[in-house]
């Protein structure tokens, strides 16, 4: 790393790993200071993957605020297969004024919506694939893209056996009748848990996102999750500037079943019983 963006590197500072990659804080010698994500074993077009999905949703951002308008996404610095660069966030503590800011901001980016569920790049969540191949109804695509190949991962690792994988089949089966009114393609971050929403001096950011086109509800849901600071003023900001359709509470963990199954395939059994909690809310529902 003696070079970035065409500038020698002044310093480095480790800041740990996470997942397959290494992540650095660089000083150029011009005085910039960038974020760095180091592959530690390549993994093909999983940094392509963030950038193209940071870039849409960038793109998302100035169609529906125009191109002066700071948004919540950061610009791609440059991407390889091995690197991923971008500008150093200074964080804070996240305060109500962030947070409510944050919920209209979301609302907003979600509106400038896309023609089709999915995305026209190759996916990753964390280092596994996403299956982005787009389609015309969310339930049907959410449930073949996003719920079913991450059961068939955990049987084959041994996290799921063949009768939970059954049940949460059965749950798959039951999303169309569980999804309420139809909503159209929003423009969504994918992975939206607390750790992948920076909060800066008045503002938070989005990072690391498995971006596409799906429903709007699952990065509520996933906010919700592990729980965001400030979810519940995020929440109330994000309904007045978008009314959220009744009932949305309730699905809740419709939207949380593919990430539980995310982690189930990543960490093993002790995300089992979650997964099959939200399954079954989507069989009684």
């Known amino acids: 790393m003696d070079r970035?963006?065409?500038?020698?590197?002044?310093?480095?500072?480790?800041?740990?790993?996470?997942?397959?990659?290494?992540?650095?804080?660089a000083t150029l010698t011009d005085g910039r200071r960038v974020f760095v994500k180091e592959a530690r074993r390549r993994i093909d077009g999983l940094f392509a993957a963030e950038a193209a999905g940071l870039r849409w949703l960038g793109e998302g951002w100035r169609r529906v605020a125009g191109d002066d308008a700071p948004g919540p996404v950061p610009e791609v610095l440059d991407a390889d297969e091995t690197t991923l660069v971008l500008p150093w966030i200074?964080?804070?503590?996240?305060?109500?004024?962030?947070?409510?800011?944050?919920?209209r901001e979301l609302a907003a980016l979600h509106g400038a919506g896309a023609e089709s569920y999915g995305a026209p790049w190759r996916g990753y969540i964390a280092e596994l694939p996403l299956d982005n191949a787009t389609g015309p109804s969310w339930p049907e695509w959410y449930a073949e893209r996003r719920v079913l190949p991450y059961v068939r991962m955990a049987?084959?690792?041994?996290?799921?056996?063949?009768?939970d994988a059954a049940e949460i089949e059965r749950a798959a089966a039951r999303i169309p009748d569980a999804v309420g009114p139809?909503?159209?393609?929003?423009?969504?971050?994918?992975?939206l848990w607390s750790g992948n929403v920076l909060w800066g001096r008045d503002r938070a950011w989005l990072v690391d996102p498995a971006a596409h086109a799906g429903h709007r509800e699952t990065d509520l849901a996933m906010l919700a999750l592990f729980g965001a600071p400030g979810l519940e003023r995020i929440l109330a900001a994000y309904d007045e500037a978008a009314p959220l359709t009744d009932g949305w509470r309730a699905r809740?963990?419709?939207?949380?079943?593919h990430p539980l199954l995310v982690h189930v395939v990543l960490f093993g059994r002790s995300y089992r019983g979650q997964a099959l909690a939200a399954a079954r809310s989507v069989l009684s529902a």
């Open 252 to 257: 809740v963990p419709l939207h949380q079943l």
């Open 90 to 103: 200074d964080t804070a503590a996240p305060t109500p004024e962030a947070a409510e800011r944050f919920g």
């Open 155 to 163: 049987v084959d690792r041994g996290a799921l056996s063949a009768g």
């Open 182 to 191: 139809a909503e159209p393609p929003a423009r969504i971050h994918g992975d």
């Open 4 to 25: 970035l963006l065409g500038t020698p590197v002044a310093e480095v500072t480790d800041l740990g790993t996470s997942h397959e990659w290494s992540l650095r804080r």
